[in-house]
């Protein structure tokens, strides 16, 4: 005798407990999510907090817009060099005690790169180094009321960047030429090389450093675009993330996720 299928269908679980994915959603359905989103919610009440610090202590006019503009001015740096060199490096996967943070950060993103779940940076990552990037600098600039300015532009920054991100999944053309530009870079940094194009707003830092391409500029598809590297033979040697993930996917994204919701709806 079969087992009865007891789990609860998506519309009766919390908002959060669902599967969203971005190609199958309209804009108004992502904003809807995107502020309801713990991690959006957590950015927004701490830029309130650093406000009130401000409030409290605050630097005068000239170090308090210094301030903030290098807290939005840093980020797009911080974020390339992180994305590059930690996201796409091959060390973490190799400690045990990294490799679930990878996984959750960044790999799990390009296995299923419209999966919503996945998509925001989690907050005890994304946290400590907007804090980092933005306080010591504000702190130079204007002190305690320089360090608030400048961590609210990191945390509104986060917002915007997480924001435009989800956009670049999203299925549909936006109007604006800009937007446009930012979702075609990224896309082939998921589809087609994940060896550039590491900006998500912005490629000034992709092109300052060498790793800004457009698809025609490359004669091929990596081999390595879906799995980042880590496939069998790197996971018989480092196998935690083969091992959280119930296996090694391959082949196309979007594909392979189809194909597990078939086989979930069959079971």
Not at 16 to 41: C, G, N, P, S
Not at 48 to 71: D, N
């Amino acid at each position: 005798m079969s087992e009865t299928n007891t789990a609860k269908p998506d519309s009766d679980l919390p908002f959060w407990k669902r599967r969203h994915y971005l190609d199958r959603m309209t804009l108004r359905e992502l904003i809807v999510a995107y502020f309801q989103h713990y991690t959006i919610m957590a950015y927004l009440a701490l830029t309130v907090f650093a406000a009130l610090v401000y409030a409290w202590q605050p630097a005068g006019p000239v170090a308090s817009i210094a301030a903030f503009g290098a807290g939005v001015a840093v980020y797009p740096l911080v974020w390339h060099l992180l994305h590059q060199y930690v996201l796409h490096g091959t060390w973490m996967y190799k400690h045990k005690w990294l490799s679930p943070t990878w996984k959750r950060i960044h790999y799990d993103h390009h296995q299923d790169p419209n999966d919503l779940s996945v998509l925001f940076g989690a907050l005890h990552t994304t946290l400590p180094t907007i804090a980092l990037a933005t306080m010591p600098v504000g702190f130079m600039i204007g002190g305690v009321g320089g360090t608030a300015a400048a961590f609210a532009a990191g945390l509104l920054t986060t917002c915007y960047y997480e924001f435009m991100h989800c956009i670049q999944h999203l299925s549909f053309k936006p109007k604006w030429k800009w937007v446009q530009h930012m979702k075609q870079r990224h896309n082939e940094h998921h589809y087609f090389d994940e060896n550039g194009n590491f900006g998500i707003t912005n490629y000034w830092w992709d092109h300052l450093l060498g790793t800004y391409y457009e698809k025609k500029d490359r004669p091929s598809r990596s081999k390595t675009v879906f799995n980042l590297g880590y496939d069998e033979e790197v996971a018989r040697t480092y196998p935690w993330v083969k091992d959280l993930s119930g296996g090694n996917a391959t082949g196309h994204p979007r594909r392979r996720a189809l194909a597990k919701e078939n086989n979930r709806a069959v079971a």
